[in-house]
């Protein structure tokens, strides 16, 4: 077996990743280090889409896990640690370190798969994939956008608005929950589609089918896309987002959506 350790650039999250990391040597488990962490432990180590992993240990916040994800191209199941606020894309608490992997070393643990959507332009060139959400808005903060939703080949709604959020139900717990939307919980073949202070027109999140293939219109100064909060495009007149068939791989041993939705309210 093989496991790739990534962590946040803290102190703390980078002393647990030695410790966790000297555990799985003892345990005859083969290590591998991004290259950030380690060359704060003054390690070799390897950059992320490089790692010839079985499963990837990432300590941090839902942050380091999406980059991880991005790197990976979500091919290598993740095993969360947080070192963030909520953390909902985490599995487990610092404290809980040993015993989750004892749990990974001896398989007692399950895969679950998360959906990611795919984000094309204009042209029909895919700029990315997110596993939260895509984000039409303006490179200039007060300028608002007229905007067009189209859910297959319909129109569905026209709105002015700083923008629209089309998150999975992964996503909903981020930027599209701050924005107003529901929760979904990450089993459900959904999609959300949130506006982003309205001036006229929706006011409510739309959710709906995943099999459903969005499009977004814009007219407006400066129009971009940006995937998972952070990779940017900027775009003429349209963005088409469907459901991709690409997948995240998170590992789950102990805890469920519905514990997590608690921390929310802390």
């Known amino acids: 077996m093989r496991i790739g350790i990534v962590a946040k650039k803290s102190k703390k999250a980078i002393d647990l990743a030695l410790k966790i990391g000297e555990f ?27 790692m010839d992993v079985d499963y990837i240990v990432v300590l941090g916040g839902d942050g380091t896990i999406l980059k991880t994800v991005f790197h990976t191209k979500g091919k290598i199941p993740i095993l969360g640690i947080n070192f963030g606020t909520i953390g909902f894309l ?6 809980e370190w040993k015993f989750v992997m004892e749990k990974l070393i001896k398989g007692e643990f399950r895969i679950e798969e998360r959906d990611k959507i795919d984000v094309f332009n204009e042209k029909n060139e895919k700029l990315g994939e997110a596993l939260n ?3 039409i808005t303006s490179q200039t903060p007060v300028e608002m956008l007229n905007l067009k939703i189209y859910i297959s080949n319909i129109m569905a709604e026209s709105l002015k608005a700083d923008g629209v959020i089309v998150s999975t139900p ?3 717990t981020a930027y599209s929950m ?4 529901p929760l979904i919980a990450p089993e459900l073949k959904a999609l959300v589609i949130t506006p982003l202070n309205p001036f006229k027109g929706l006011s409510n999140s739309i959710v709906i089918p995943s099999n459903h293939e969005v499009k977004i219109e814009t007219s407006g100064k400066f129009p971009v896309v940006v995937i998972d909060g952070e990779h940017i495009f900027t775009i003429k007149k349209l963005v088409k987002i469907k459901i991709s068939e690409n997948k995240a791989k998170f590992i789950k041993i102990n805890k469920n959506f519905y514990e997590k939705i608690k921390r929310i309210k802390r």
Do not use: H, M, R, W
């Open 90 to 95: 985490t599995e487990v608490l610092p404290n």
């Open 170 to 172: 992964t996503g909903s």
């Open 178 to 181: 701050s924005a107003g939307g």
């Open 24 to 50: 799985l040597l003892e345990q005859g488990i083969s290590i591998i280090y991004d290259i950030e962490t380690a060359k704060k432990l003054k390690k070799e180590g390897f950059e992320i889409e490089d």
């Open 133 to 135: 959400e895509v984000v």
